[in-house]
């Protein structure tokens, strides 16, 4: 059976997606014609085991990177593009669910769980869109305007996908299991729209505005990361389960190649963006090196004390008081040039011509 465009009969045939058991016109799905084998935990009934594996990774691997962004302080678009990524990381935990059948297919819940899924992956590949323009500055990247944009336009994608998804689910306004024309728009030729624009988009920018042409290889492998998930989801998937025995099937090989592409996306982005080091706030303590020299223990070297007095160069320091110190008056040191020698009082042999000396006798005193 060939691919239809707007029909499921021939993709759910061969790759098991969340989707599938919700749509045909017996009511009961759209069952792959091979998937891989479930795993019972206890009293847990497990599909897909190794894809839920894969779905694990993801989610630590998109941590992991969602740190990364958010460490680079002053990096362009950070703040828009970890928004893709923490939609990459709800989408992993709800497939998770719907993949392992934890949230059974039978369940009434499971519709709305699916459309939700549906409308986060469209507004995912909106969100990837989007950023793929945040590089040309059209609007200053950080800012409320370019934030808020992006989060009605991935509000507003998300509402509509996920009406889209229930009605048809639902069968409501005009929309059927069997009309599945908007969801197959949805589904499959949107988020291959926002790839191939983001592409176009980012070799542009590497072309025109970058000097450095590495970042190339980061988009030329996340493109065919991305080319391979889709071609082993809808065209190996049952070659691949059959020839493993049912051990794995497309769906693993696609999320782990998806897995890969988005991790490509963040090393673009990383290999594109530098951090502005004056402004960035690191969480290594800074090394600061010391330039005054009076912090440093060379002042000896560079500078001498100066040990001459303003008032008197060399001989014995003066005393503050009359300008003679007290070895000058009891010793005959005198003060030179003072007025005691004028009035025969502060002479060099003391008063009247008498001795100085201790203990004071009669000729001394």
Known sequence: MGLSFGSFDSVCSTAALVICPLLGPSGQGIEPNCYSRNVQIGSTLIFQPSTCFVHIVAILMTAIMIYHIRSKYT?????????????????ELLAMFLDSGIIPTANVSYPWFTAVYTGLVAAAYCCLLINGFVGFQFAEDGTPFSLWFLRLSCLFIFGVSFLIAIAT???????????????????????????????????????????????????????AFYT????????????????????????????????????MVYKYWDSITREDLEFSVGSKAAVWEVKDPLLTGTVAADFEEDTTSNYHTGGTAASLVGGVSGAQYYYGGGAKGGAGAGAGGYSQGGYGGAQRGYPPTSDRY
């Open 75 to 91: 990096a362009v678009g950070r703040k828009e593009i970890v928004m893709f990524f923490w939609l990459y990381m709800a989408i």
């Open 169 to 223: 689910f639902n069968s409501f306004i005009g929309f059927s299991p069997t009309k599945t024309t908007a969801l197959f728009i949805v589904y499959l030729i949107w988020p291959i729209l926002c790839v191939t624009t983001y592409t176009l988009s980012q070799l542009v920018l590497v072309f025109r505005t970058l000097d450095d042409r590495w970042p190339l290889g980061d988009i030329i492998f996340g493109i």
């Open 228 to 263: 391979i998930a889709q071609v082993l989801l809808f065209a190996f998937s049952v070659t691949i389960c059959n020839a493993i025995q049912h051990y794995l099937d497309g769906l693993f090989f696609f999320t782990l190649c998806v897995l890969l592409s988005v991790m």
